[in-house]
């Protein structure tokens, strides 16, 4: 038995010291990354997965902080996962929301970790998903992930989440309909954090307005909690909201169709990334290739053009023959 799978079955088995060192390979995009998530595919679907969303200031940490503290209160193990700005110098988290959490440093059910979004543009590090399926198949019963906060472009976690909070603060009462195409339409559950600050009751009924003009599902009413998560006022029910959105989702078979979708764009997004990466190896080791790719950095053709001619040429088919035959 190889390093990685030996790792592997001691994490499905509970280590902890191995999952860290799971993560960091995943999150170092080292080459065995497929071979891992192979191994733990036919142990996912066991953890509920909340995404905690919304620009940046709302209180996301404070309330992945309070709703832990309940969840374990429960008896429900817990990871989170919480998704920082990178820092321009080391490319690590900058925030580092295991600070904000260290109350819950010193339970073995609670494991909390900080990524760095790089290149992430959705709100998520890139690596996040696969993350979140290790904490999955670890066998924590939530999984809280908590985007980096960019506004309308963290879409992402539709893609990851079962349950969806968005978290909004009393002056964004403003920004509602400009976001209304955006972020707000994502949410099954909202949130008005800090809502001991003026205008929180109006903020909250301008999007329960909202939400009876464009109700999104008929097995779901979308609710509007209020809360001050620094003070601990309001998660209780909120807490009460995501699990009936997660009985919900079971009675209404809304689980396993999400759950298919996630996995349908999940596929089409690694073969996406697949195709990406082997065409570009092609390109640097054909000389004809790369040749339409320099044409089009000089403007002498549209990228349109350099790309039907790129399909159809004889060289990358041959290229890419030859690239299979060897690989098998």
């Given amino acids: 038995m190889c390093e990685v799978e030996e790792m592997v079955q001691k994490m499905l088995g509970g280590d ?8 960091t390979r995943i999150e170092r995009g080292a080459p065995e990354v497929p071979q891992i ?18 620009p ?15 969840m374990r209160a429960d008896g429900f193990s817990v990871g989170v996962v919480a998704c920082d700005p990178s820092s321009p110098f080391s490319g690590g988290a900058v925030l580092g929301d295991r600070i904000r959490m260290q109350q819950h440093y010193l339970d073995r059910e609670v494991f909390i970790r ?3 979004t790089r290149d992430g ?14 904490m999955d198949a670890f066998g924590k019963d939530f999984v809280l992930v908590e985007t980096v906060g960019v506004g309308q472009t963290e879409l992402d976690i539709m893609d990851a989440a079962d349950t969806v909070v968005v978290v909004l603060v009393p002056e964004a009462g403003d920004a509602i309909q400009a976001m209304k195409a955006g972020i707000l339409e994502i949410a099954d559950v909202f949130v008005i954090n800090k809502a001991d600050r003026e205008g929180a009751d109006a903020v909250a009924e301008d999007l329960k307005q909202m939400l009876r003009l464009n109700p999104k599902h008929e097995w779901w009413e979308v609710p509007v909690f209020t809360t001050e998560a620094i003070n601990n006022v309001g998660i209780d029910e909120l807490y ?4 009936n959105h997660r009985k919900s989702l079971e009675e209404a078979g809304q689980l396993d169709i999400r759950r298919k979708a996630q996995r349908r764009a999940e596929f089409l997004q690694v073969v996406e990334r697949s195709v990406r990466e082997r065409i570009l190896a092609l390109i640097n080791k054909n000389e004809q290739l790369m040749a339409s790719l320099e044409r089009v950095e000089q403007g002498k053709i549209d990228p349109y053009s350099a790309t039907d001619d790129l399909l159809a040429s004889k060289a990358l088919l041959q290229t890419w023959r030859t690239t299979l035959e060897g690989e098998g």
């Avoid at 902890?16 to 993560?23: D, F, G, S, V, Y």
């Avoid at 998530?37 to 919304?54: A, E, R, Y």
């Avoid at 543009?121 to 290790?134: D, F, I, M």
């Fill in 56 to 70: 940046p200031g709302g209180g996301k940490s404070s309330i992945a902080d309070r709703l832990t503290g309940l």
């Fill in 16 to 23: 902890e010291q191995c999952l860290a060192r799971l993560i």
């Fill in 37 to 54: 998530m192979s191994q733990i595919n036919f142990s996912l679907g066991k953890s509920h997965i909340v995404g905690i969303t919304g």
């Fill in 114 to 116: 900080s990524m760095a």
């Fill in 121 to 134: 543009r959705g709100g998520l590090s890139p690596t996040a998903k696969e993350v979140l399926k290790l």
């Fill in 240 to 243: 009460e909201g995501i699990r």
